[in-house]
């Protein structure tokens, strides 16, 4: 099982719509692409230097083939639809796999 994590840190100023958007729109589209069997959304409890609202959505897929598929299918245009909030925010991506789980 490998998980893709999505760090993002977004301004206070859209922080309520970006969220709204995120839990209502954003995350089903990800599920929608049938390549991930969950999302969990936490919020990191740490306070930024640079400000801001930090967030880590999780994906979880049942291997690296699915993933890749993602990237190759379907990511150019997920990440596209995150324009409206253009210089609001920024994300990095991490790949996890899953070793043990108890």
Request: proline share 1%; no cysteine; net charge negative.
């Amino acid at each position: 099982m490998y998980i893709y994590n999505v760090t993002i840190n977004v301004v206070e100023e859209v922080h309520e719509e970006w969220l709204q958007w995120m839990k209502e729109k954003h995350i089903p589209q990800m599920l929608d692409t049938g390549k991930f069997t969950k999302a969990l959304m936490t919020r990191v409890l740490v306070e930024e230097a640079m400000g801001g609202i930090t967030y880590s959505v999780q994906y979880t897929t049942k291997d690296k083939a699915t993933l890749e598929a993602y990237y190759n299918e379907n990511a150019t245009e997920l990440r596209a639809a995150s324009k409206r909030f253009k210089d609001k925010f920024v994300a990095f991506r991490t790949e996890l796999e899953v070793v043990s789980e108890q």
